[in-house]
């Protein structure tokens, strides 16, 4: 199993890295925090939905709605059309975005379960090129009740007009299991610019803020899951707040 997850992301990787330079990608509005957890046999459709007040007063929305499925006990794979908008325009399409994530240990097997997030989108600009974004995924259990996620994303552009190195970016989440229906936490995202030479701290971008969670079991083998939250900007080079909502129907 691992040697043919391997084979495939060198594969992905490889043919990046022949590609030329390109522009630098970072997190979104509409961003959300990955699991490394796969549940083989799932199908899913979700709806992504995030807006920013920048510290000027403007305002950046973008949505996205997908189409996933569990393909085994480690690979899962989705496919989702991207919206954004930005004052004072209305709504465009914006990308469309192919995502596979593969589980790389056993859930529960060790202290710690790990993923690998590979993202590739094509943005409805064309001299934008091609996104790549992969890194890997972490949770553990801090207690019975408490689990932790960790992520480091390495994100790309590729093909496109203006050259710039890769970038990091970086997600965390804290949740409280109280009932599955309802959850609280926190989570957090940020930029850290170009991952071998990182911006300086005021050029940075750190955002975070409380989180709920929940899933509502319905008929049969179906659900109703979700997660949102209100993020503050930590430093003046963040947008002011953001408010994020993710919602996936599991059948």
């Known amino acids: 199993m691992h040697t043919a997850i391997r084979a495939g992301a060198a594969s992905l990787l490889s043919l990046a890295a022949c590609l030329p330079l390109a522009t630098a990608a970072h997190a979104g509005p509409s961003d959300y925090i990955s699991s490394p957890i796969v549940e083989q046999g799932e199908k899913e459709?979700?709806?992504q939905f995030g807006t920013v007040r920048a510290r000027d007063g403007t305002r950046e929305s973008a949505m996205a709605l997908g189409l996933g499925y569990g393909v085994n006990s480690?690979?899962?794979t989705e496919l989702s059309f991207k919206a954004k908008r930005e004052t004072p325009d209305g709504w465009r399409y914006d990308a469309i975005e192919w995502e596979?994530?593969?589980q790389l240990t056993e859930t529960g097997k060790y202290p710690v379960d790990v993923g690998l997030l590979?993202?590739?989108?094509?943005p409805k600009d064309r001299t934008e090129g091609y996104e790549l974004r992969f890194g890997p995924l972490f949770q553990t259990e801090l207690s019975s009740?408490?689990?932790a996620n960790a992520n480091l994303l390495f994100g790309k552009n590729y093909r496109a007009v203006t050259p710039s190195p890769m970038q990091l970016d970086y997600q965390w989440q804290l949740k409280y299991r109280w009932k599955p229906e309802f959850e609280v936490g926190a989570?957090?995202?940020g930029s850290l610019g170009p991952w071998h030479d990182w911006l300086p701290g005021a050029q940075q971008e750190h955002k975070l803020?409380?989180?709920v969670f929940g899933k509502v079991r319905l008929d049969g083998s179906s659900a109703i899951k979700y997660n949102a939250a209100w993020l503050i900007g930590a430093n003046s080079n963040t947008p002011r707040n953001t408010l994020r909502l993710q919602a996936?129907?599991?059948f």
């Open 187 to 189: 989570q957090g995202f």
């Open 45 to 47: 459709i979700s709806y």
């Open 145 to 147: 009740s408490v689990v």
């Open 118 to 122: 590979i993202e590739v989108e094509r």
């Open 248 to 250: 996936e129907y599991e």
């Open 209 to 211: 803020g409380p989180a």
């Open 100 to 102: 596979n994530k593969f």
């Open 74 to 76: 480690f690979w899962s």
